[in-house]
């Protein structure tokens, strides 16, 4: 229910290695999510000791968005590593780009997550009137999941609508962006991804506890 992203450049003062932070966090979340910032900061050793640290699935959030050949090298890349999933844009389409990233994923066994919509305001802009063909997308190469907004919940019921319960959804927005624990999950998502409301927050384990919390209690109300 609910997956961390450990990226936010967390404050200097303060800062906790990785393995501590995830040892506190570890017992109230579902998985990882790193991306560019851990990349450029840790580099693969960094990965390598998470993926030591947890046993928890690690999503890496390269936003992947190139030909297909360079999509699936980074892929097998991430698979030697241990890593879970990847996730991709939508917008590269299948021909040359997503057809080939989807073979990797189904020979590595690397989960394709890919981006259907964003939580931030210019994603209506252009993203979200595309949402219905990226879904179509996502289907055809049996994505195991999509991004959709915790802040736009109507996306997200949208989305759980024309893929039914084939796919996890993954919906970040929770917190600083504005959109409280639990709300993605009550309209279909499975995750809610957390990043800055738990990294920079003075107890990261408590924290994460206390959303945990507030998602239980919201999603019972919601289910009735
Ligand atoms: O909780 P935050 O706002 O500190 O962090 C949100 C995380 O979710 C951060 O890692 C972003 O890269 C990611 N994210 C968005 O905030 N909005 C999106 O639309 C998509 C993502 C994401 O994870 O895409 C895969």
């Not at 097998?76 to 299948?94: E, K, M, S």
């Not at 939580?119 to 999941?145: C, N, P, Q, T, W």
């Not at 109507?154 to 624990?181: F, K, M, N």
Request: charged fraction near 30%.
């Amino acid at each position: 229910m609910l997956v961390v992203a450990l990226d936010p450049p967390v404050r200097e003062k303060g800062r906790r290695k990785t393995s501590l932070l995830v040892e506190e966090l570890d017992k109230y979340v579902s998985g990882y999510k790193i991306g560019l910032p851990f990349l450029i900061k840790h580099g693969r050793r960094g990965i390598r000791e998470l993926r030591k640290s947890t046993e928890k699935p690690i999503i890496v959030d390269l936003k992947l968005a190139d030909i297909g050949d360079v999509m699936a090298e980074v892929l097998r890349h991430l698979a030697r590593l241990g890593v879970d999933a990847v996730i991709a844009h939508a917008f590269t389409g299948y021909t040359g780009a997503l057809e080939d990233l989807s073979k990797a994923s189904m020979a590595t066994g690397v989960g394709l997550i890919i981006v259907v919509s964003m939580s931030h305001r210019g994603s209506e802009e252009y993203i979200d009137r595309h949402v219905d063909e990226f879904l179509e997308l996502a289907a055809r190469i049996r994505a195991k999941g999509v991004v959709a907004p915790a802040t736009r919940p109507r996306v997200i019921r949208h989305v759980r609508e024309v893929l039914g319960d084939t796919v996890e959804i993954y919906s970040p927005g929770i917190g600083i962006q504005g959109a409280e624990p639990g709300s993605a999950l009550c309209a279909g998502a499975n995750y809610e991804i957390v990043g800055r409301l738990i990294t920079r927050s003075g107890n990261p384990g408590e924290t994460a506890r206390a959303i945990r919390e507030m998602q239980l209690e919201r999603w019972l109300k919601c289910r009735g």
